[in-house]
Antibody, heavy 125, light 112 residues
């Protein structure tokens, strides 16, 4: 059974960096059939995919255009986890942030199946 | 980005009665590999989304068979054959065919 455990602060000041970590159990961040995603949810923007990291003989990162200039997602193979950093945050970045596993194989893409518990991050001074 | 439009946004239902949610995409969701990457999720208050359906009509393990997905191209439907109390919450469609993933705005199902 795959489990994703999120950690990180729930309050970030404007212009600072939002940092969250997602610890993986039951799978590997280096899996050749998984990708590791961050998704956020807010009343104003709904569910919004932010980006992902995955390993296919080498590491790849892909980011949504809406946050591309401010986001970094990094794998940590030593701890079997991955992280999200979002720079220069504003109150509009206030949301519940989720990590999620995505699967694919020779039959195609299956989308996110396992999700973390969610972290409410409030951007406020 | 592909826009996903769900209807209705609110769906009051009677226990034991059927329910149907529509999801329309602004572009065809048929991928160049021949698959159609349309998923359905259910989210209860205070919980993370749970995937119910992948690739239009495939139920996830543990999902009751009263849930079914159908559709093609740009028009998709999630049906609940007989609504039970545990089915309340918000349902989302999501596409993975076009870069980047996008979600519908959600349909809130509640018991009358």
């Amino acid at each position: 059974q795959v489990q994703l455990q999120q950690s990180g602060p729930g309050l970030v000041k404007p212009a600072q960096t939002l940092s969250l970590t997602c610890a993986i159990s039951g799978d590997s961040v280096s899996s050749n059939s998984a990708a590791w995603n961050w998704i956020r949810q807010s009343p104003s923007r709904g569910l919004e995919w932010l980006g992902r990291t995955f390993y296919r003989s080498k590491w790849y990162n892909e980011y949504a255009d809406s946050v591309k200039s401010r986001i970094t997602i990094n794998p940590d193979t030593s701890k079997n986890q991955f992280s999200l950093q979002l720079n220069s945050v504003t109150p509009e970045d206030t949301a519940v942030y989720y990590c999620a596993r995505e699967q694919s194989d020779s039959s195609g893409w299956y989308g996110p199946d396992y999700w973390g518990q969610g972290t409410l991050v409030t951007v406020s001074s | 980005d592909v826009v996903m439009t769900q209807s209705p946004l609110s769906l009051p239902v009677t226990l034991g009665q059927p329910a149907s949610i529509s999801c329309r995409s602004s572009q065809s969701l048929v991928h160049s590999d021949g698959n159609t990457y349309l998923n359905w999720f259910h989210q209860r208050p205070g919980q993370s989304p749970r995937r119910l359906i992948y690739k239009v009509s495939n139920r996830d393990s543990g999902v009751p068979d009263r849930f079914s997905g159908s559709g093609s191209g740009t028009d998709f439907t999630l049906k609940i054959s007989r609504v039970e109390a545990e089915d309340v919450g918000v349902y989302y469609c999501m596409q993975g065919t076009h870069w980047s993933w996008t979600f519908g705005q959600g349909t809130k199902v509640e018991i009358k």
